[in-house]
């Protein structure tokens, strides 16, 4: 549908019985289609359209289709690969007397329209450099589109200086037309062609990954000998050599303690995406666990929060969060790459994180599984 305008394409999906008439999301396709129009007339001002609502609301889809239509330069990423460039680009421009001012100015050179999905502020880092970010951006007339699970007043509101944030809030609210995409259905669930790819591990139910990993694999050529002879060799993430089950090619197979239990970031499994087509991960516990109060070592975070304000009760985190947190990443990275995840767990799907501090956040992460289990994400 590459071309259509964002009414044009929302009406036909609709025609087609792929999306449900929702008046949330029909106010959204006008927002993204005026923004169209006056990028086509030239008549588009400073600012752009925030999408944000619950999981399965139709954002990203919606701000997929809407840069397919554009005709002029503009670029579309997910917000994890956006910051990975501008840390880059940032480094590249040490010395430079602003290198933000100049960061968005150079910005400004290659694209009209900047769309990035899954907005999400939670390093203090990112969030006073997006302060000032995001204004150069609307000085520079670069046109913004953004989806995010919060409204902008909600993007960092419990983090430390959250005040460092606050232009960036105030400059969103301001130049953007901010739509809350929340007609109460999740679109991921409605019914689809089914494709397996989560399976609950039972005694004596054999491996089910053991079978896929199989038939995925069979249909990859080895080069040589020595490339099938290195099918247990490590993958190197961040410095680290991932021990792996089995690998072959455009596929690798790994155990969860072997990939969320170390101590690996976001970028790491954007770096695992480049690498493979596919991944298999097996041995998943149930996510959630008891809480316990953890001391936060001085020099992060919430350390830095107790120096100034003195001692005070820390949030109570669950031994497994850190796990949790890299599960969401892998999971967001490969539901944005289309890269298919195929999981053995110990418990159903519902039931893999019922509680703890991330359900927030674990509510995207159980969608986008959901939705993995039809045919038509991926193309495996």
């Not at 956006?82 to 880059?88: G, I």
């Not at 969401?328 to 019922?354: N, W």
Request: glycine share 8%; net charge negative; proline share 4%.
């Amino acid at each position: 549908m590459s071309g259509l305008s964002p009414r044009a394409a929302y009406e036909l999906v609709l025609q087609q019985g792929r999306f449900f008439s929702d008046a949330a999301q029909d106010h959204a396709v006008d927002q993204l289609e005026a923004l169209y129009q006056q990028i086509r007339s030239g008549r588009a001002q400073a600012g752009g359209v925030y999408l944000w609502g619950p999981v399965g609301r139709g954002k990203t889809w919606l701000m997929d289709h809407f840069h397919a239509s554009l005709s002029v330069p503009a670029r579309r990423q997910h917000f994890h690969h956006f910051m990975r460039w501008v840390h880059q680009r940032l480094f590249q421009l040490s010395g430079t007397a602003d290198p933000i001012r100049k960061l968005a100015a150079d910005l400004a050179g290659e694209t009209q329209v900047l769309c990035l999905d899954e907005f999400f502020v939670s390093d203090i880092g990112d969030a006073m450099l997006l302060g000032r970010l995001v204004q150069h951006l609307f000085e520079h007339r670069i046109l913004l589109v953004m989806t995010s699970n919060q409204p902008p007043e909600g993007l960092y509101a419990d983090g430390f200086h959250h005040d460092r944030f606050l232009p960036a809030v105030r400059a969103i609210k301001q130049h953007m037309q901010v739509v809350n995409l929340d007609g109460g259905q999740d679109h991921r669930l409605h019914p689809g062609v089914a494709h397996q790819r989560y399976w609950v591990r039972t005694a004596g139910d054999g491996q089910p990954l053991g079978v896929v990993f199989e038939q995925l694999c069979r249909g990859q050529a080895f080069v040589n000998e020595q490339e099938r002879e290195s099918i247990c060799e490590p993958v190197e993430l961040g410095h680290r050599q991932i021990q792996v089950v089995k690998r072959c090619a455009d596929l690798v197979w790994f155990r969860y303690a072997d990939l969320c239990e170390q101590p690996l970031a976001a970028m790491d499994f954007i770096h695992l995406c480049d690498q493979f087509g596919t991944i298999l991960l097996s041995e998943v516990p149930c996510l959630s666990a008891e809480q316990h109060a953890s001391r936060i070592a001085r020099g992060t975070e919430d350390a830095a929060e107790q120096v100034e304000t003195g001692d005070r009760e820390l949030p109570r985190l669950s031994r497994q969060d850190d796990g949790v947190r890299r599960f969401i990443a892998l999971v967001d990275e490969c539901y944005d790459r289309q890269v298919p995840l195929y999981l053995e767990a110990a418990v159903p799907l519902d039931q893999l994180y019922p509680h703890g501090h991330l359900a927030f956040p674990f509510r995207r992460t159980l969608s986008r599984l959901t939705e993995m289990q039809l045919a038509r994400f991926g193309q495996v």
